[in-house]
């Protein structure tokens, strides 16, 4: 393409610039999209620039986004280039389609010590395997929302892989964050430690605890689904502009309200369930033993397996 520079985020935009973009985030306007589609007064109010710059932003913005018209066939050609990577059990992979997916999000729900945590350890190994042995042979951003990384699980699992336990280490780049406003921030600036590390998975372990803790109470809901959006938005972002697989994990709370069935529902409600490519929901069943069902997949049937959470990571 003749152009410079692609535009894929506000800040892409013509006269948008860090603070800016950020202003219309706040106010809803969190995607090309949405602002090809506002009125430029109303934007220059929501963001504090000229009626004219709002011109040009809304102008580019709908140039952005008509370039998307695209034929089945060059989709499917695209396809072909999607990387995956494997759970290290064979059953799992078969119900997913052959792995975690790039250039989408895969969601893993389910209660306390479901194993959710555990299958991202070995992803965070198995993303570094070579292409061709269910690896992507790439780094790892690691965003560690509740402290629970623990790199002597890693140590575990890379030695059962029969890899150098000291690599694939340094190639977790871990991120505790404490606050919803450090987990976003992570994301928004990743942009070049994903390229200069050949990032080719990003964990977010977990996704909803701290927006769960930070927005409390009906009042605070508007606002934080309205944040948890344009953070998974991002997300998807970054796995489509760098073809890097996603795995978020989410809690589940319960739901009085359902009297036969699972009285569980996950965290985020349709802000995460729309947004998530592939869903798994993770149920404890006997000592190891692990239930993984796939409930939402864009090619595959839903179905279940069992996995086993061992010393030496993820196995049927
Ligand atoms: P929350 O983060 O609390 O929501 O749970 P989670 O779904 O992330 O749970 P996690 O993946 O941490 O699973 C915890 C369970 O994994 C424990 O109850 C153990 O059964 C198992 N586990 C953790 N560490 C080890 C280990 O070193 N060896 C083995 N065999 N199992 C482990
Ligand atoms: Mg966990």
Not at 77 to 90: A, E, P, V
Not at 98 to 108: F, R, S, V, Y
Not at 112 to 141: C, E, H, I, R
Request: aromatic fraction near 4%; charged fraction near 30%.
């Amino acid at each position: 393409m003749a152009k410079d520079k692609a535009i894929r985020e506000l800040e892409d935009l013509p006269g948008i610039g860090e603070t800016t973009a950020e202003k219309l985030r706040t106010a809803g306007i969190d995607s090309l999209d949405k602002v090809a589609t506002t009125a430029p007064h109303d934007l220059s109010e929501l963001a504090g620039i000229s009626v004219d710059a709002a011109k040009k932003a809304v102008a580019a913005a709908q140039e952005a986004s008509t370039v998307n018209y695209e034929t089945g066939e060059a989709i499917l050609q695209k396809r072909k280039d999607i990387g995956k990577i494997t759970t290290s059990s064979k059953e799992l992979d078969e119900l997913i389609g052959g792995g975690i997916e790039t250039n989408g999000i895969t969601e893993a729900y389910g209660r306390f010590a479901s194993g959710k945590t555990q299958l991202g350890f070995q992803l965070a190994v198995d993303a570094q395997l070579p292409k061709g042995k269910g690896g992507l042979d790439g780094a790892v951003l690691f965003l560690d929302t509740e402290g629970t990384f623990r790199p002597e699980r890693i140590v575990e699992i890379a030695k059962a892989k029969d890899l150098d336990p000291t690599a694939v280490l340094e190639n977790i780049i871990v991120v505790r964050t404490l606050t919803t406003e450090q987990q976003i921030l992570t994301l928004e600036r990743a942009d070049k430690l994903i390229a200069e590390k050949n990032v080719k998975l990003i964990i977010v372990d977990s996704l909803t605890s701290l927006f769960r803790a930070e927005f409390l109470g009906r009042g605070a809901l508007g606002e934080r689904q309205q944040k948890l959006n344009s953070h998974i938005h991002r997300l998807q972002t970054l796995a489509d502009k760098f073809s890097i697989a996603v795995y978020i994990t989410n809690q589940v709370m319960d739901n009085p309200g359902i009297m036969f069935g699972d009285p569980t529902t996950p965290i985020g409600g349709n802000v995460i369930a729309h947004a998530a490519t592939t869903r798994l929901y993770f149920r404890k069943s006997k000592e190891e033993k692990r239930i993984i069902r796939l409930v939402d997949s864009p090619n595959m049937p839903e179905g279940e397996c069992i996995i086993k959470v061992t010393p030496d990571g993820i196995k049927d």
